[in-house]
C-alpha cells in the first residue's frame, strides 16, 4: 500500500489485542492514539498517545464524549476498531458522522452484531442453519435439550443445557437487562465447529481457507464435553467459501470478519459472523491461522488501511 504515512494518527480502541495492532501499525510507519479498558493492556505502554476508558452502562455519554474529543483532538487520520464492543461501536459511529475514515463499515457491522438477525439473513440467503427461538423474558424455550444458549449480541459466554432444569438455573442467573436484550436457544447440532476468516475491501472479498479451530475447544465452552473431529470434503469446502464470499460481496461489508460453522459428519450449519475479530500474536486463532498460512495480523491491517485511504 503506497501510502505516506509520517505524521499520520491512526485512533484504535483495543483490549487484548491492543498491543499487536499497535505494533503493526508502528511497524508501517503509524503514530498510535489508542484508548483501551486497562493500563495493563499490552499496547497501553507502547502506543504514541493512550486513554484508559473504563465504561459501565451502554449510556454513559461522558466517557463516550471523552474518548471522541482524545481522538478529534488528535486530529488521527482514520480510526481502527480492535475490538467489537457497544462503546467502540458508538465511538466509530459518532466519528464516522463529522467525517472521520472507519475501517469497517458501520452498518453492517451493527446487523451482524445481532445474532437473530444474522440467522434471518442465512435463511434468506439458503445457508443452512440450526432451528433455533430468541427470548427476552424469562420462559423455557420450545426446543427440546440438549441446546445451546447464547446472548443475541455477545453479553455472557455460550452455554450448552442438557435439561430444562438446567436451562431455568442458568437464565435465573442472568439479570432482567440482560435477558431482555436477547438470548438466543440454539438446537444442538452433534460435531465439531470452525471458522472462516473473511478479508474485505471495495475491491476484492477473499474467505481463503476453512480452518479448524474451535471455539468450543479453545474456549472451554460450559457443558460441551469432548470435541468431535469431523472434517468437510473438499467439494462442500468451496460450496462454504464460495458461499461466504458471495454474502459478504452482496451486503457491502468492509472489513475483517469470521464466519462459524458447525460440522456433522459432512453436513454443515451456518452459526453467526464475527463481525469484529480480536488480532493478537498469542490468540490460539491466529495461531491456527499462521498454521495454515494465513498470516492474520498482516491481511487485516491491510484491510483495514485499505478501507481508511483507498475508500474515501
Same mark, same amino acid.
Given at each position: 500500500m503506497n501510502i505516506c504515512q509520517q505524521n499520520k494518527i491512526i485512533g484504535l480502541i483495543a483490549g487484548k489485542?491492543?498491543? @499487536?495492532? @499497535?505494533?503493526a501499525l508502528q511497524g508501517k510507519g503509524y503514530k498510535v492514539a489508542l484508548i483501551c479498558g486497562k493500563v495493563t493492556d499490552d499496547g497501553y505502554d507502547i502506543a504514541d498517545?493512550?486513554?484508559c476508558k473504563f465504561f459501565e452502562v451502554d449510556n454513559d455519554e461522558k466517557e463516550i @464524549? #471523552?474518548?471522541?474529543?482524545?481522538f478529534k483532538n488528535l486530529n488521527i487520520d482514520g480510526f481502527i476498531l480492535?475490538?467489537?464492543?457497544?462503546?467502540?461501536? #458508538?465511538?466509530?459511529?459518532r466519528l464516522g458522522k463529522v467525517g472521520l475514515k472507519i475501517s469497517h463499515s458501520i452498518d453492517v457491522l451493527k446487523t451482524y452484531k445481532d445474532k437473530s438477525i444474522t440467522k434471518?439473513?442465512?435463511?434468506?440467503?439458503?445457508?443452512?442453519?440450526?432451528?433455533?427461538?430468541? $427470548?427476552?423474558?424469562?420462559? #423455557?424455550?420450545? $426446543? @427440546?435439550?440438549p441446546f445451546v444458549v447464547k446472548s443475541n449480541i455477545d453479553l455472557f459466554p455460550v452455554f450448552l443445557c442438557h435439561s430444562y432444569d438446567e436451562f431455568n438455573l442458568f437464565i435465573n442467573s442472568l439479570s432482567k437487562?440482560?435477558?431482555?436484550?436477547?438470548? $438466543?436457544?440454539? #438446537?444442538?447440532?452433534?460435531? %465439531?465447529? *470452525?471458522?472462516?476468516p473473511v478479508f474485505s475491501t471495495k475491491k476484492n472479498v477473499i474467505a481463503p481457507k476453512i480452518i479448524y479451530w474451535s471455539k468450543q475447544e479453545n474456549y472451554r $465452552?460450559?457443558?460441551?464435553?469432548?470435541? +468431535?473431529?469431523?472434517?468437510?470434503? +473438499?467439494?462442500?469446502?468451496?460450496?462454504?467459501?464460495?458461499? *461466504?464470499?458471495?454474502?459478504?460481496?452482496?451486503?457491502?461489508?468492509?472489513g475483517v470478519c469470521r464466519f462459524d460453522i458447525r460440522i456433522s459428519e459432512d453436513s454443515f450449519y451456518f452459526l453467526e459472523i464475527n463481525s469484529v475479530v480480536s488480532i493478537r500474536e498469542e490468540g490460539s486463532s491466529f495461531q491456527a491461522m499462521k498454521n495454515n498460512g494465513i498470516n492474520y495480523i498482516e491481511e487485516s491491517?491491510?484491510?483495514?488501511?485499505?478501507?481508511?485511504?483507498? %475508500?474515501?
Open positions: 489485542s491492543s498491543g @499487536t495492532l @499497535t505494533r498517545f493512550k486513554l @464524549t #471523552e474518548s471522541i474529543d482524545f480492535g475490538t467489537g464492543t457497544w462503546f467502540a461501536i #458508538e465511538i466509530a459511529i434471518q439473513i442465512f435463511r434468506d440467503n439458503f445457508f443452512p442453519v440450526p432451528k433455533e427461538e430468541i $427470548l427476552f423474558e424469562y420462559k #423455557e424455550p420450545k $426446543l @427440546t435439550p437487562e440482560v435477558i431482555s436484550k436477547g438470548v $438466543l436457544v440454539e #438446537e444442538y447440532i452433534k460435531g %465439531n465447529d *470452525c471458522t472462516i $465452552l460450559k457443558g460441551f464435553g469432548e470435541l +468431535e473431529k469431523f472434517r468437510i470434503s +473438499e467439494k462442500n469446502e468451496k460450496i462454504i467459501l464460495q458461499k *461466504c464470499q458471495q454474502l459478504i460481496s452482496k451486503s457491502s461489508y468492509l491491517i491491510n484491510v483495514y488501511l485499505n478501507n481508511i485511504y483507498e %475508500n474515501n
